[in-house]
């Protein structure tokens, strides 16, 4: 069974582009997340989508969007890039929906971002 | 106040030593929960749940107490291989990480 899958690995971009991230989840999970982490820090919680909708934000600015298509893969896209958005961009997937969910994450390898 | 909220450490314990610690979490409402482990530069991976009546997997041991708001983790016999961080989820809709507690077992 392939796990999710992420592109690109690596991403280099300067401050005010834009860039977008693909996620494709486990075969068979709905639930897509996305998380931010930076050098040194916990995984900020990005988004979360499931069944094409989007369930949850975290404390990010709107320029942090994204969207799940009906094949459950998923982009996060990142408008008028800032220096502090250089992190590891990290997908996961899961089969469980709802706050009654016991269904773990499964991550991908996830997208470095390096904004310069 | 952080939603999910861990003991940075490091925990720097001898191999064979027991090393336990906790993390607190804000959202009563809050229904399952996880420890992911976390190695250097890699996607964090599922440890193990976290069970209302506390469950065992091999040497680890999770702790839930829902009245004081906390998880804990205990591992038991360290190997050289438990170095990693430790992730705390908490899944209050929309699965919350903690920081992440470092372990470094040493021979």
């Known amino acids: 069974e392939a796990g999710v899958t992420q592109s690109p690995t690596h991403l280099i971009k300067t401050r005010g582009q834009q860039v977008t991230l693909r996620c494709s989840p486990i075969?068979?999970?709905?639930?897509v997340y996305w998380y931010q982490q930076a050098l040194g820090l916990g995984l900020q919680f990005l988004l979360w989508?499931?069944?094409?909708?989007?369930?949850n934000r975290g404390n990010f600015p709107p320029r942090f969007s994204g969207r799940q298509f009906p094949n459950y893969s998923s982009e996060l896209n990142v408008n008028a890039l800032e220096l502090e958005d250089s992190a590891l961009y990290l997908c996961?997937?899961?089969?469980?929906?709802?706050?009654?969910?016991?269904?773990?994450?499964?991550f991908g390898n996830g997208t470095r971002l390096t904004v310069t | 106040r952080k939603e999910v909220e861990q003991d940075p450490g490091p925990f720097n314990v001898p191999e064979g030593a027991t090393v336990a610690f906790n993390c607190t979490y804000s959202?009563?409402?809050?229904?399952?929960f996880f420890w992911y482990r976390q190695d250097c530069r890699k996607e964090p991976k599922l440890l193990m749940s976290?069970?209302?009546s506390g469950n065992e997997d091999g040497r680890f041991t999770a702790q839930l107490n829902r009245a004081s708001q906390y998880i804990s983790l205990l591992i038991r016999d360290s190997k050289l291989s438990d170095s990693a961080t430790y992730l705390c989820?908490?899944?209050?809709?929309?699965?919350?990480f903690g920081a992440g507690t470092t372990v470094t077992v040493r021979a």
């Open positions: 996961a997937s899961s089969n469980s929906v709802g706050a009654n969910g016991n269904s773990p994450l499964h």
């Open positions: 075969s068979g999970h709905t639930s």
């Open positions: 989508y499931d069944e094409g909708e989007e369930r």
């Open positions: 959202n009563s409402a809050s229904q399952s």
């Open positions: 976290v069970y209302s």
């Open positions: 989820v908490v899944n209050d809709y929309k699965l919350s």
